[in-house]
């Protein structure tokens, strides 16, 4: 069984991809930034405020795919700035200090628009 979540935006059609894929009792989330429901940036210059808006917003998708945080076993973090990383890592620890998944944190030359300082994945199982 394969259920695509979207969240509506007109880059899933454009670009060919879903918020979140669920196959069984597995969940992916797409690579999401700190943009909101208008197409706006979140937390401009703040590596913290984007990352906090981002975990919320794949929470989001996890529930509408019957997931939760907790189900996460693996995120994957992408920052403009490394020297930002601690920000991020506060923010990353104050949804998941329990959960304590899989993480993997690198630098990248640029997002996917200006002012995007984070993106982040996250990959969860149902029912383990």
Request: no cysteine; glycine share 10%; hydrophobic share 45%.
């Amino acid at each position: 069984m394969r259920q695509n979540i979207s969240s509506g935006t007109v880059w899933e059609e454009l670009a060919g991809y879903s918020r979140a894929v669920r196959i069984g009792n597995l969940v992916a989330v797409s690579g999401t930034t700190a943009t909101d429901d208008h197409g706006q940036l979140v937390g401009a210059g703040d590596p913290y405020a984007q990352t906090v808006y981002i975990i919320q917003k794949i929470e989001r998708a996890l529930l509408a795919a019957g997931a939760t945080l907790n189900d996460v076993f693996r995120t994957r973090i992408y920052v403009t700035d490394v020297n930002q990383w601690e920000a991020v890592a506060r923010a990353h620890g104050e949804y998941f200090a329990t959960i304590r998944p899989a993480n993997t944190l690198v630098e990248v030359s640029a997002l996917v628009g200006n002012g995007y300082l984070v993106e982040m994945e996250a990959d969860a199982v149902i029912g383990v």
